[in-house]
C-alpha cells in the first residue's frame, strides 16, 4: 500500500458551498483503492502557511505528495511576490524529496469576479511552478492552461469564480490521475547502473 497525500489550499481541500468537502480525496481514493490518500489541504493556505506545516507531510513519509499551492498566493489581497512563491515553493519541494511530488500551477481564476487575482499575476505564477518542475524534475500538472482552454472554462467554477464546481474536479480527477500513475510505477522501478 503506498501512501498518496495531497497538500494544498482551498481546491485541493475540496471547498464547496461554503465548507470542506471529500470530493477530490474520494476521486484520488477511488482511482487507488489499494492504497492510502490523506488530504491535509487547508483553506485560505498561502505557500507562507504552508511552510508551516510541511514538516508533517514529510513525517507521512509519502510515496507521492501533490502540492497544489498558488490560488491565495496569486491574490493582490497581502500580495507575496513571485519570488517569495518560488522561494516557499522551493523549500517545500526539497523537504518532501522532489522525486515524490507532482506540482500544481495555480487554478484558473475568472478575474472579472476576482479582480484582486489579476489574469497577469496568474500567468506569472504559472510561469514560477514551470520553472520549478523543470528544475526539479518534478511531474507537473498545467492546471491554469488547461482550465483557460475550455470552451466553457466558468462551467469549471462555483459563483465566486475561484473554487471548482463538479466539471472542475472532473477535469483535475482527468490530469492528477495519470501523473500519480506514472510516479507510482517510477516508485515501483528499480534503478539499474
Not at 76 to 94: H, Q, R, V
Not at 98 to 116: E, F, V
Amino acid at each position: 500500500m503506498k501512501r498518496i497525500v495531497l497538500f494544498g489550499d482551498s481546491i485541493m481541500a475540496g471547498y464547496h458551498d461554503g465548507m470542506i468537502s471529500s470530493v477530490l480525496t474520494n476521486r484520488i481514493k477511488n482511482a487507488f483503492p489499494a492504497d492510502k490518500v490523506i488530504n491535509l489541504s487547508v483553506p485560505g493556505y498561502k505557500t507562507s502557511n504552508a511552510l508551516t506545516v510541511t514538516k508533517k507531510v514529510v513525517k507521512l513519509k509519502p510515496d507521492i505528495c501533490i502540492v497544489g499551492l498558488g490560488a491565495n498566493d496569486i491574490s493582490i489581497m497581502d500580495e507575496i511576490k513571485p519570488g517569495k512563491f518560488s522561494a516557499n515553493l522551493t523549500y517545500i519541494l526539497e523537504e518532501i524529496g522532489h522525486q515524490r511530488t507532482i506540482l500544481l500551477s495555480p487554478p484558473y481564476t475568472n478575474w472579472q469576479k476576482n479582480p484582486d487575482r489579476p489574469w497577469t499575476r496568474q500567468l506569472q505564477f504559472e510561469l514560477v511552478t514551470e520553472h520549478l518542475s523543470k528544475e526539479f524534475n518534478v511531474s507537473y500538472v498545467d492546471l491554469l492552461h488547461k482550465m483557460a482552454a475550455q470552451p466553457h472554462v466558468d462551467q469549471l467554477l462555483q459563483a465566486d469564480g475561484l473554487h471548482f464546481t463538479g466539471k472542475g474536479y472532473d477535469l483535475l480527477e482527468e490530469m492528477l490521475v495519470p501523473k500519480i500513475k506514472e510516479s507510482l510505477i517510477k516508485i515501483k522501478t528499480p534503478v539499474s547502473n
